[in-house]
């Protein structure tokens, strides 16, 4: 059956979310998105427990409404198997950093009045920052083991959102240096370091090409003209040449190549690494081994024995520790899941 296109017109009319009432009476809600490459309705569970239903563009308000009941299946198998075992959406009362020892007390310390005046003292690199989600502000102070929140501070996810930004600028501060040093420790060839907010992995690492050395346009052509007096050069000698056996000081250095790096291969530069942002919330021992778990890719881009072998001489318990870090990953506290942020205001789930 072919799909309703909808006109223009409906797309204004479909609604910025749904509501779903599953058998037990807990209702849940989930954002409606629009999107492009969607053929049907699809709906998500975010990590941090938010629901998402794209939709694609032909969908109209009246398709939209008469799928709903299609979800309920899944949402109450999701509902036994993994809404309930969902961080629950709260602030962290601190939050510690292994690889400082440094522990940050969270606390809402009042309006953005306030807040300003507390800026306006800070002087830490990564002291202040604010986010805004449409007339919601919040504003992160952060001073001497204290991350102060002010502004629309009954705002979780906003809260949150600041929180994972002030963590992440922190970690571009102390991961990068760190991971360098290891690599300069082992001899590895690093050739940058970045952090990111990757969804599903702890890091990545991609290897530099090797490249021809290159040679500015003007040096290329005196470098042609001097290689061609050379052969002209050289076959003038050789008419000229001294009898055997008599030395010549000037036979050494005349067959001597003037420029020997036209074709020459320049050295790997090794490779570049991406850290999460979120290895920083690592117990220190973990973290070691992912920054030579990624090291190691530099000299070996697959998992081979060849691999597992490097990776043994610098973490020597690597087996453990990666069964460590993929429980690490489901451990994370939910202010730091990634994913999109769900609908705690509109969100209700009754017993």
Not at 122 to 140: D, E, M, N, P
Not at 166 to 185: D, F
Not at 317 to 335: D, I, M, T, V, Y
């Amino acid at each position: 059956m072919a799909a309703f296109k909808a006109p223009a017109a409906a797309l204004h009319d479909l609604p910025s979310s749904v509501d779903f009432t599953l058998a037990d009476g807990t209702r849940l809600t989930a954002a409606v998105r629009i999107s492009a490459r969607a053929r049907r309705a699809r709906l998500s569970l975010l990590p941090r427990g938010g629901l998402v239903l794209a939709i694609p563009l032909s969908m109209g308000p009246e398709q939209l409404k008469a799928s709903l009941p299609l979800f309920v299946p899944w949402l109450e198998r999701a509902q036994r198997n993994q809404l309930r075992a969902l961080p629950a959406p709260q602030l962290p009362a601190a939050i510690h950093l292994p690889l400082t020892d440094e522990t940050f007390t969270v606390t809402c310390a009042g309006d953005m009045a306030l807040g300003r005046k507390a800026a306006a003292a800070c002087k830490a690199k990564t002291g202040t920052l604010q986010i805004s989600r449409g007339a919601r502000r919040v504003l992160l102070v952060e001073s001497a083991g204290l991350l102060r929140l002010f502004g629309s501070v009954d705002d979780i996810p906003l809260c949150a959102q600041a929180l994972r930004q002030w963590a992440r600028k922190k970690a571009a501060l102390l991961l990068t240096p760190h991971l360098e040093h290891l690599a300069a420790s082992a001899g590895f060839a690093l050739a940058g370091v970045s952090v990111r907010d990757q969804r599903g992995r702890w890091g990545s690492c991609s290897r530099l090409r090797p490249q021809r050395a290159a040679v500015p346009g003007r040096e290329k052509r005196a470098a042609d003209r001097i290689s061609v007096l050379d052969q002209i050069s050289a076959r003038v000698r050789s008419f000229f040449s001294p009898p055997e056996g008599q030395p010549s000081g000037a036979e050494n250095s005349a067959h001597q190549p003037l420029h020997t790096t036209r074709n020459a291969v320049a050295q790997s530069a090794g490779g570049r690494i991406s850290l999460n942002w979120r290895a920083l919330l690592l117990p220190l021992p973990l973290l070691e081994h992912l920054c030579w778990h990624e090291l190691c890719h530099l000299r070996h881009m697959n998992h081979s024995d060849a691999y597992r072998a490097e990776l043994a001489r610098f973490s020597p318990h690597w087996p453990r520790q990666e069964k460590a870090l993929n429980a690490a990953w489901r451990g994370l506290p939910w202010w730091a899941l990634p994913g999109d942020d769900p609908l705690p205001t509109s969100q209700n789930r009754e017993a």
